[in-house]
């Protein structure tokens, strides 16, 4: 079976990633009910795993978020907790499951590859119909950034 994860320790290391998260069935984040907890707990996650949020942006089906681990915490443990917590939550709900198992990662290496992730997430909701421009979609931001 191919490996997914990088070795462990790339992930408890300081770095900026670009994190895609995805649904396990249709469009769960279209719901206001839904994507308002999710992006509260995301807050609490990252204030417990000591990372910082630089955008994120709960698209219907799939999740985008740009962090970066300010410290020794695992970054797998971090998302295993997000996921795990909105999870329960929407469970609750809906008696279904969130999320696809696992997720997709890049780290992302210098401040010229940073700003063009952070556009590229910002810019999904326009691309896909969703906004006209970007900064105009209701569930993106960022907890570290003023995009005003």
Known sequence: MARIRLPSDAYSTEN??????????GKPFSEPAIVEPAIAQLSASAEKYNVDVLTYCFMPDHAHLLIHNRGSQDLVQFVRHFKQRTGYYFQRQTGRKL????????????????????????????????????GQYEWAGSFEWNLA
């Open 16 to 25: 900026a990633w670009h994190l895609v998260l995805r649904a396990s069935f």
């Open 99 to 134: 999320w696809q198992k696992s997720f997709f990662d890049r780290g992302v290496r210098s401040d010229e590859d940073l700003q063009t992730t952070a556009e590229y997430i910002l810019g999904n909701p326009v691309t896909d119909g969703l906004a006209d421009e970007a």
